[in-house]
Nanobody, 115 residues
Framework: QVHLVESGGGLVQAGGSLILSCAASGSIFSTNTMGWYRQAPGKQRELVAIITSGRMRNYADSVKGRFTISRDNAKNAVYLQMNSLKSEDTAVYYC?????????WGQGTQVTVSS
């Protein structure tokens, strides 16, 4: 079992920045993928960015050039630096940990961008 705790969400003006953090604990495997997904009201959950334990990254087209995902393997943590935020980035952001065919999700953190 893996437990994820997210932090860093909040209210920010358009053009501003936020950093999301997610720490994993429990049965951590050295080979894993961690990432961020988001879900806006009335929409499906979508991928924002993922990073493997080997630090290969993948981003949604909508955030490329604005968001940066990173991780600290020693801390089992993943981060999302969000710059140039737009109103359409408003959503609940969820951390995900995936390994050995199992997916684990955090409780979500709200990001609200005011225009």
């Amino acid at each position: 079992q893996v437990h994820l705790v997210e932090s860093g969400g909040g209210l920010v003006q358009a053009g501003g920045s936020l950093i999301l953090s997610c720490a994993a604990s429990g049965s951590i495997f050295s080979t894993n993928t961690m990432g961020w997904y988001r879900q806006a009201p009335g929409k499906q959950r979508e991928l924002v960015a993922i990073i493997t334990s080997g630090r290969m990254r993948n981003y949604a087209d909508s955030v490329k050039g604005r968001f940066t995902i990173s991780r600290d393997n020693a801390k089992n943590a993943v981060y999302l630096q969000m710059n140039s935020l737009k109103s359409e980035d408003t959503a609940v952001y969820y951390c995900k940990y995936a390994t050995e065919g199992h997916d684990y999700w955090g409780q979500g953190t709200q990001v609200t961008v005011s225009s």
